[in-house]
């Protein structure tokens, strides 16, 4: 599963931010989709006009990049604890015996 923090393709884009956003935001924003690094640097200078209410934002994240990273989380664990020797315990099974406070919020796995 790739990154549950980046936009991968343009319809996932455009899902997200096309109820919230112009179009023609949308139009120049999607140019950016799949930059990273030096090249994401460089396309940031194009949308200093752009701004998005904290409201907007919030309401993007639990909608969609929220039920993304639960996807991911779970989707992590189910491995992790599959590949687990018997008569080893793993650093989770430790901190439960120990009761230390879990790698994750239990609301995201």
């Not at 950016?32 to 752009?50: E, L, M, S």
């Not at 909608?63 to 793993?90: C, G, M, N, Q």
Request: net charge positive.
């Amino acid at each position: 599963m790739s990154d549950p923090f980046v936009i991968s393709s343009r319809d996932e884009f455009m899902g997200d931010w096309g109820p919230i956003l112009t179009e023609d935001q949308l139009k120049r924003l999607a140019k950016a989709i799949g930059k990273t690094g030096t090249a994401a640097k460089n396309f940031a200078g194009n949308y200093t006009d752009i701004t998005i209410k904290r409201a907007d934002a919030d309401t993007v994240f639990m909608r969609s990049t929220l039920p993304r990273i639960r996807l991911w989380a779970a989707k992590t664990f189910f491995f992790s604890f599959h590949i687990v020797r018997e008569d080893r315990p793993t650093k989770i099974q430790r901190m439960s015996i120990n009761h230390e406070r879990p790698l994750l919020p239990p609301s995201l796995v």
